[in-house]
Nanobody
Framework: QVQLVESGGGLVQPGGSLRLSCAASGRIFSIDNMAWYRQAPGKQREWVATITGGGRPDYTDSVKGRFTISRDNAKNTVYLQMNSLRPEDTGNYYC??????????????WGQGTQVSVSS
């Protein structure tokens, strides 16, 4: 019913840029925090960035100054602009959102993941 649909992943060269999008759909009343996580093969999923419902961003240290998280509340969409990409940024990127449905039931939802590969 409630779904997060991601797009924008791909293969880029080191130093390149990529913009990820994740749109929520369903019987949504409101969305609080939205976030991005990533996971490389054989590694734990790690938090990348969060943006609050009021638009306040926060980032893990390794992406500060390079990544920008933003949101468009009218579109129920969160974005991740990734610049100066490094090979260690490679991984499957997942969006996460805390969503309240029109029934007033609330919970965390995850996107399906989109692959980002940074390689020469």
């Amino acid at each position: 019913q409630v779904q997060l649909v991601e797009s924008g992943g791909g293969l880029v060269q080191p130093g390149g840029s990529l913009r990820l999008s994740c749109a929520a759909s369903g019987r949504i009343f409101s969305i609080d925090n939205m976030a991005w996580y990533r996971q490389a093969p054989g590694k734990q999923r790690e938090w990348v960035a969060t943006i609050t419902g009021g638009g306040r961003p926060d980032y893990t240290d390794s992406v500060k100054g390079r990544f920008t998280i933003s949101r468009d509340n009218a579109k129920n969409t969160v974005y991740l602009q990734m610049n100066s990409l490094r090979p260690e940024d490679t991984g499957n990127y997942y969006c996460n959102a805390h969503i309240r449905q029109v029934t007033m039931q609330a919970g965390d939802y995850w996107g399906q993941g989109t692959q980002v590969s940074v390689s020469s």
